[in-house]
């Protein structure tokens, strides 16, 4: 056959493709039903109901009351507000003005962080352990008598693993620090309750659960302290000012509807293709590993490290077969520096270089796995017979 032969998207922790159940949801909201949820005529009060039903059911999904739930524009945002918007309020109030972040939080946490600490607050970065998780012992180790809020993921976007929140907030609190989650990554993945989990703030995204681009969700248990980021006409709660995007919220809530439906199985039939995955390469390929590989990861996430052939290489060629793949998170994809989460966890820099994450989903088939560990050991080969420090470093290429 000439041209590429099929087209394989393994890139599930950069976004999702929206299912169309989700699209046929919101779509009469951005035609027929297309009102102002603020307006008070007819057509707006349906917005505002569409809008509300849809609060309604993804704040019953975390167990959060639907005033504690607010509609943004993206995970990035959410992010942006809880680390900013809760750490000032409480600087000022109760004079706490020390924050903790984990060091392989997303940019959207990460470099928030690193603007409040050029804006008179004093930042902790604690690094993962080399599993890949951030332990609550070495949390107390960091928080202090001023520490204010303390941020860590709920799952790594780059290496699947999930952290042990509940154990995470309760050292928090025992220092009387309010504890914010990025959950993008998790939601609908594994289970996520904000009582259960003892969390004040988390922040959420629909496009990494097949939901569409550009609408997210914030998480504020009742009375944490909190300004908002967006001024205007007050709408969320006096929260996050801005016209609702309705068709987006109805959407969100479809999408992690979806997600609940069929977790269980989900859940199972992705760790079954993750593995398959990562036994594929690490049982096929000589010199590879998996990252994080003894720790609780994230149905269909892998993080591979092929030595002596780079990341972007890799990409491209899998690209040439109709595989997408990432090398590490999108956001620093266009960069060529080695990833910050590879390195927080002690991954060297020349082993970082050659990581790859395939990221699995609702619409990942068996063939889709066998097709890719079919192409991938011939790409490695090539590579590597093509860098001329590889045999001298790592001894000869792939498994009989
Ligand atoms: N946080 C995590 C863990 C993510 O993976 C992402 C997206 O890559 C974001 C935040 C940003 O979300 P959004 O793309 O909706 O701004």
């Given at each position: 056959m000439i041209g590429m032969e099929r087209s394989v998207y393994m890139d599930y922790a950069a976004t999702t493709p929206v299912d169309e159940r989700v699209v046929d949801a919101m779509l009469p909201y951005m035609s027929e039903?297309?009102?102002?949820?603020?307006?008070?005529?007819t057509l707006g009060r349906e917005g505002y109901r569409a809008l509300e039903a849809a609060r309604e059911s993804i704040a019953a999904t975390i167990g959060?009351?639907?005033?504690e739930f607010i509609f943004t524009g993206c995970g990035t945002e959410s992010d942006n507000a809880a680390v900013v918007c809760i750490s000032q309020v409480v600087a000022e109030r109760k004079n706490r003005r020390h924050v903790v972040v984990s060091a392989f939080e997303h940019h959207a946490v990460l470099r928030t962080a690193e603007w409040l600490a050029k804006n008179d607050f004093e930042l902790t970065v604690l690094k993962p352990r080399e599993d890949g998780i951030i332990h609550a012992e070495d949390l107390a180790g960091v928080v202090r008598d001023d520490t204010g809020l303390v941020s860590v993921m709920a799952a790594n976007n780059e290496i699947g693993t999930i952290q042990p929140l509940k154990d995470l907030a309760d050292v928090a609190h025992a220092k009387g620090a309010l504890f914010h989650t990025d959950a993008v990554q998790a939601l609908g993945k594994i289970p996520f309750d904000v009582n259960d989990l003892g969390i004040d703030a988390a922040s959420f995204s629909a496009h990494k659960m097949y939901g569409p681009k550009g609408v997210g969700g914030l998480y504020l248990r009742k009375n944490t302290p909190f300004r908002p980021l967006l001024m205007g006409g007050g709408q969320e709660f006096k929260k996050r000012s801005g016209t609702q995007n309705v068709a987006g919220a109805v959407a969100f809530a479809k999408a992690l509807e979806l997600m609940i439906e069929t977790h269980a199985e989900e859940a199972e039939r992705l760790t079954r293709l993750r593995d398959r995955v990562a036994d594929g390469v690490t049982g096929t390929i000589v010199n590879t590993r998996l990252n994080a590989s003894g720790s609780p990861r994230l149905p269909g996430y892998s993080n591979l490290i092929i030595l002596g052939c780079e990341g972007e290489a890799m990409l491209l060629q899998l690209d040439n077969k109709g595989i997408a793949v990432s090398t590490g998170s999108a956001c620093s994809?266009?960069?060529?520096?080695?990833?910050h989460v590879l390195l927080s966890i002690g991954c060297p820099v020349e082993e970082a270089h050659g990581s790859l994450r395939v990221t699995l989903g609702r619409f990942t088939t068996d063939e889709d796995v066998e097709y890719f560990l079919e192409v991938l050991p011939p790409i490695v080969e090539r590579l590597r017979s093509m860098n001329p420090l590889y045999d001298r470093m790592y001894g000869s290429g792939v498994k009989a």
């Open positions: 039903h297309y009102g102002n949820p603020s307006s008070l005529y959060a009351a639907p005033n994809s266009s960069s060529l520096e080695p990833s």
